[in-house]
Each structure stands twice: as structure tokens, then as C-alpha cells.
């Protein structure tokens, strides 16, 4: 479970979150819908303790990100804005080495990575090194690489940027797997159709503020829109009267 409570963070004159609360529940996949800089991926960069807050607490599983970071780490899978690969290691070389670096090794190291080469249709190009890989190539080695720790907590950042349309139903596919399998998954995301078609829960962010949040249905019903785009428009503007 992933807990956020009143989460402040500003960049010099810049305040890209300004008392952002939210829960992400096991089992349900929770989706950070918002335009761009609106704060979602200082929200994740919080939680997996690349940045620190200025106010308010991100907690993973009981865990505070700021204070505990390592317990927090340990807990989480992530796959970050840009895959971030290493160019000279083969798919199956990057994964493995995340692997090492949860405490993994030997049999139980190769059969998980022989299991998400199969899970994530990574085989044709697990020996390849990672340099010239499709966005594709990479973003499945990379979620690969986030998984190999069986974390009990998946983030994503757009997870699904760059990918065609193939690719995009596989990722999709793989989310609700984790979500079968009683994984707390949260995203960011500012594409509607892929939020709709995903998510358990939705937490609308703009101007680093959470306007609003709840299932699809209440988020629909909030704004009185039978459709979730308006809705999300009309939350979206309520956010602009307020500057």
C-alpha cells in the first residue's frame, strides 16, 4: 500500500506539489492522471526516493520514503520517465543486474530472469546488447528489470510513452496481471484512454494540487459528466479558476 499525505515540493519559484494526498490500495491499480507538469512525476520520484519533500509524507507499505529509504526501495519496483539502460549489457545482463542488487543470485537469480523474458516476450532480444534497442525493446526490459524482486509495489512513469499500439496491449495486458496478483500498482499518466481502460482508482492532479480523485464512476459523477475526458476537462478548470 502506498500512502501520500499532504506532499509539498518546490523547485526555486516553482512549486510542483502543494499538499498532495492520496492511497493506493493492494490489489487495484491506481492511475496519476494530470497535463503535463502538473506533478505527477515528482509524486514518483518522491516515493521511490530520488527526491526528498519539502513537507507532508509518501509511505510505502508503512514506510516512510524520506526516513527509511532503503526498507522502501526494497519494496517497490519502478519504472521510470526513459528506460535508463545500460547500452553495453544485453537485456537479459541489465535485468539480472538489478536482480544482484536485491540480494538475488544464482538459480532463483536465472529462473526469475527466464521468467519475465517469457512473461514480457523479451526472448528474441534477451542476448542483444541493450544500445539500439526499440523504445519498445527497452521499456520491456526496463519493467523487467522493475519486476525481477517480485516487488509488492509497481510504479509507473507513462509507462506506456513511445510504445505502438502492439506493444501498448501488452504493457496493458501485464498491469492487470499484477493487479490479478494483489500487486498496489500506481501510474502516471496523461493519456485518458489509457487511464480508463486501466484503472481501479483515479487521483487527478493540477498545479501540483489534487483536484480531484476516486473511482471512475465518482469522478464522473462529481464533475456530473457521463463521460470521464469531460470530466476530467471540468476538474481540470476548476484547478485553472483557482490560480
Do not use: W
Request: one cysteine or more; aromatic letters at 4%.
Amino acid at each position: 500500500m502506498i500512502e501520500v499525505r499532504a506532499l509539498s515540493k518546490s523547485f526555486g519559484a516553482v512549486r510542483a506539489l502543494d499538499g498532495v494526498s492520496f492511497t493506493a490500495s493492494d490489489g487495484r491499480i491506481t492511475g496519476l492522471l494530470g497535463p503535463n507538469g502538473a506533478g505527477k512525476s515528482t509524486t514518483l520520484r518522491i516515493l521511490y526516493t530520488v527526491l526528498e519533500p519539502a513537507a507532508g509524507s509518501a509511505r510505502v507499505d508503512g514506510f516512510d520514503a524520506a526516513e527509511t529509504p532503503l526498507e522502501v526501495r526494497r519494496r517497490i519496483g519502478v519504472l521510470p520517465h526513459g528506460a535508463g539502460l545500460y547500452p553495453n549489457l544485453t537485456a537479459r545482463e541489465n535485468i539480472a543486474y538489478f536482480g544482484r542488487m536485491h540480494g538475488l543470485s544464482g538459480q532463483e537469480l536465472d529462473s526469475r530472469v527466464d521468467a519475465l523474458a517469457d512473461l514480457l516476450d523479451l526472448r528474441e532480444f534477451a542476448d542483444r546488447r541493450a544500445r539500439g534497442f526499440s523504445q519498445g525493446q527497452r521499456t520491456k526490459t526496463a519493467l523487467a528489470r522493475a519486476l525481477v524482486h517480485e516487488p509488492q509495489n509497481v510504479l509507473l512513469d507513462e509507462p506506456s510513452n513511445g510504445l505502438d499500439v502492439m506493444a501498448t496491449r501488452s504493457l496493458r495486458e501485464l498491469i492487470r496481471r499484477l493487479r490479478e496478483a494483489g500487486k498496489c500498482v500506481l501510474f502516471s499518466s496523461h493519456v485518458m484512454q489509457e487511464v480508463a481502460a486501466l484503472c481501479d482508482d483515479i487521483v487527478i492532479i493540477a498545479h501540483g494540487r489534487v483536484v480531484a480523485s476516486g473511482t471512475p464512476d465518482a469522478i464522473r459523477a462529481q464533475a456530473g459528466e457521463a463521460n470521464l475526458e469531460e470530466a476530467f476537462v471540468k476538474a481540470i478548470g476548476s484547478a485553472e479558476g483557482l490560480e
